[in-house]
């Protein structure tokens, strides 16, 4: 098991199901499951929230898990990774910051031979063209982009709680998916009548997506039961 993980944060919704029932069939209790909002606007509020509140915890060790989307022509659906760093999308100039190297060592040693490590990139919007995937990777240098991960440890960084980052890919560098940006609220939800209209604007980018997603998700709640079983 990583070492004493305490917390497990995951974006809410279908993401949050999959960690649930991978942590399930691990006979897992003693964690505490986190849902999140989506993007790094929703991240902030919620930290501001909750870290006025009192956790009864020293130090506590923490993973962020999810889904995240390949810049690489090196990482397919289904790849499990491991964030050594993770950096800023909406700036310029890059100040990356670092996930915690215990918990990252023990993540590589747990899933030896199956997760790869990675450099991550956080954006406030879905990088939905493979064109501006392919840009972002570029100008970062960067093998994953979600919209969690810098806002999460920027925010935790002058706490005593230390992080690390598993993201399963649910869509490949190749191919262009929906824009759904409009789905999601300035809180970090997504709102369901708008999202269905993104999938029906662009039906084969949709079902790419669907199909992805399914795949990242099965894959994150196996590998969750990987990471946890005794």
């Not at 972002?136 to 706490?159: I, K, P, W, Y």
């Not at 690390?164 to 609220?185: E, F, Q, T, W, Y």
Request: proline content about 7%.
């Amino acid at each position: 098991m990583p070492p004493q993980i305490d917390l497990v944060f995951v974006p809410q919704g279908a993401e949050h199901r999959a960690v649930y029932k991978g942590l399930q069939a691990a006979g897992v209790k003693s964690a505490t499951v986190v849902p999140i909002p989506v993007g790094p606007q929703g991240v902030t509020q919620f930290l501001q929230q909750w870290l006025q509140q009192s956790h009864g915890q020293n130090s506590p060790k923490a993973l962020l898990m999810g889904l995240g989307g390949s810049l690489t022509d090196r990482l397919s659906v289904g790849d499990v990774v491991f964030y050594q760093t993770c950096v800023d999308g909406t700036e310029v100039l890059d100040v990356p910051i670092s996930c915690d190297s215990q918990i990252s060592l023990s993540l590589s040693q747990r899933l030896a031979g199956t997760v790869i490590p990675v450099t991550g990139v956080s954006c406030d919007r879905i990088i939905h063209t493979a064109a501006n995937k392919r840009q972002l990777a570029q100008t970062h240098q960067a093998d994953v982009v979600d919209m969690e991960g810098f806002t999460l440890l920027s925010g935790l960084e002058s706490t005593a709680i230390s992080i690390g980052i598993i993201r399963v890919i649910s869509d490949d560098v190749h191919h262009d998916l929906p824009d759904l940006n409009a789905a999601i609220s300035a809180n970090g939800k997504l709102q369901p009548l708008p999202l269905a209209l993104g999938m029906l604007r662009q039906p084969l980018p949709a079902l790419r997506l669907i199909r992805g997603s399914l795949r990242g998700l099965k894959q994150l709640e196996n590998v969750t039961a990987q990471l946890f079983q005794p």
